[in-house]
């Protein structure tokens, strides 16, 4: 939760937008989602690419302050 916005960029895959604050909708396919301030965005994607992907906001100075995790996951079976 932050007072700002944050363009959040997930690499390697693309995802749909399911949900924003706690609301369900349609929205477009895409690979980077703004979450709005004090709020959350709920996505989903095929993990049909497995492997260990960058999630981060795509401000810099975000980023170099930590908000950079990863998405992991190995081919099922
Ligand atoms: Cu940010």
């Known amino acids: 939760m932050s007072m ?4 959040m960029h997930l690499h390697g895959h693309h995802f749909q937008v399911v949900g924003i604050n706690g609301r369900a909708l349609q929205g477009a ?11 959350s965005v ?3 994607f095929d993990a049909g690419n497995p492997g260990r992907w960058p999630l981060h ?4 100075y975000h980023m170099a302050a930590g908000m950079m995790s990863f998405v992991a996951y190995e081919k099922g079976s």
């Not at 396919?29 to 709020?39: A, Q, Y």
């Not at 906001?57 to 810099?60: E, P, R, S, Y």
């Open 57 to 60: 906001c795509h401000h810099l």
């Open 29 to 39: 396919v895409r690979d980077t989602v703004l979450v709005p301030p004090m709020g």
């Open 42 to 44: 709920v996505i989903a």
């Open 4 to 7: 700002m916005a944050h363009p």
